[in-house]
């Protein structure tokens, strides 16, 4: 593997994957299937909104007058709905329209006073403002939107106010990426479907069912093969397999120095490798390249490093093909609780769990952090970014990236 990249920093590793993006495609797609989807436009909004000045109370629109004196008693010359109906109201001198939230604002009038602090008389012929009515009651025209201004950029993650927002702007459809296929092959002999009987050797297989889970959690659709027995034969049929289908390919296990890793020796031989090894703990060995021109990331085996490799790497990568930022990740400070094994010119991944406090966020380290351990992910809340040289000391603040 001469002049291949071998064991460096985390950001010259996605900066090599970034070289080789996947292929991507839009669509469009009602607003009703739009939420978890990425803008693949920038989004103008149709309409300013509001469309019209109207009321943000149920009460009495009327104009302010300076000089008046309250209690100050007008007559009621009508009612205003927000009832979609055209026509204007005009207000007169000495007069005040009934009117109900988001109702239009009659001509003339430019405050409100809410309900409460009006006594109407039984006829319902005048009103008695008991304080001034408020401009700060009306909501102008287009001063949350303007038409034919962006408004939700390309890239944007599709959230349930963002969804609602596209309508707000008129429209029925958006348009969107389509979602990557990614492929999922899990390598090893060992390897059982979990249901099976398990014989003495043999482990349940994992991996696959947490990447798919991590894909999903990016947006994109997620492929996943049975596991592949640690033979060339085999791999290279599901590697063509999967090449053929899909838009990316992650492999778990045999990217090691093993005699059965597989996967590095396959993609060595046979494939393009553009780097191997990355200089984080958990998860030092994976391999990013090209199968058959099919971006390729060699995940390692074991079930803790897999994930950790996933979201240093995959994730950025996937968000990068989009140009988006979604699904956010939070990264908090928080200080170390426990005593974390840090190490000189890796960034560590510990597991730990968060708990707020006055002093800020604390991270514990509760389990033992073998990357054979998937329990000890599944109970944290987060990985420590623990950058190569922090001493991982109690007391120490750091960064950590809260996980779901
Ligand atoms: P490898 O990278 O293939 O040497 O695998 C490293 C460790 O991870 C071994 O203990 C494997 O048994 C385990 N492992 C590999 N692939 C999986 C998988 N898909 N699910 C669960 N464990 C795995
Ligand atoms: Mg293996």
């Known amino acids: 593997m001469e002049g291949v990249p071998y064991f460096i920093p985390v950001e010259e590793a996605q900066s090599i994957a970034f070289k080789t993006p996947p292929l991507t495609a839009d669509e469009e797609c009602d607003l009703d299937r739009a939420h978890g989807r990425i803008l693949s436009q920038d989004l103008v909004s149709k309409v300013n909104d509001p469309p019209f000045d109207n009321s943000s109370m149920d009460g009495f629109a009327c104009r302010l007058n300076p000089g008046a004196i309250y209690p100050l008693t007008l007559k009621i010359s009508g009612v205003v709905a927000a009832s979609g109906q055209e026509g204007t109201n005009v207000l007169g ?33 005048t009103v008695t403002l008991l304080e001034a009515p408020k401009p700060h009651f009306v909501r102008k025209m287009s001063e949350n939107l303007t038409e034919g201004e962006v408004t939700l950029k390309q890239g944007t993650l599709l959230t349930p106010s963002r969804v609602g927002l596209c309508a707000t702007m008129g429209y029925a459809t958006v348009p969107v990426y389509k979602p990557l296929v990614v492929g999922i092959l899990s390598t090893g002999d060992e390897l059982k479907a979990p249901g099976s009987e398990l014989k003495r050797g043999e482990i349940y297989e994992s991996n696959s069912y947490g990447l798919a889970g991590l894909v999903q959690w990016m947006g994109h659709k997620a492929k996943r093969y049975s596991s592949v027995n640690d033979s060339m034969d085999a791999l290279r049929t599901s590697l063509d397999a999967a090449s053929d289908e899909c838009d990316v390919i992650l492999t778990s296990g045999g990217v090691s120095m093993g005699e059965f890793d597989y996967v590095r020796r396959i993609m060595e031989e046979e494939g393009d490798i553009h780097f191997w090894r990355m200089k984080i703990r958990p998860g030092s060995p994976p391999l990013f390249g090209t199968w058959k021109s099919t971006p390729l990331f060699g995940l390692p085996g074991n079930p803790v490093s897999s994930h950790v490799v996933f ?32 190490t000189k010119d890796c960034l560590t991944l510990r597991r730990v769990t968060l708990t707020s406090t006055e002093e800020g966020m604390m991270a514990h380290q509760p389990r033992h952090q073998g990357s054979g351990n998937l329990e000890s992910l599944a109970s944290a809340d987060a990985l420590t970014l623990l950058q190569p040289g922090q001493s991982g000391d109690v007391g120490e603040w750091i960064d950590v990236l809260v996980i779901e």
């Open 93 to 125: 001198e000495g007069e005040a329209f009934r009117i109900m939230t988001g109702a239009p604002m009659p001509e003339g009038a430019d405050s409100i006073l809410q309900i409460e602090r009006c006594e109407v008389t039984a006829d319902e012929s």
């Open 311 to 342: 979201r240093m790497l995959v994730a950025p990568y996937l968000r990068r093909a989009l140009n988006t930022e979604g699904p956010v990740e939070w990264k908090v400070r928080a200080k170390l609780c426990d005593k974390i094994k840090s």
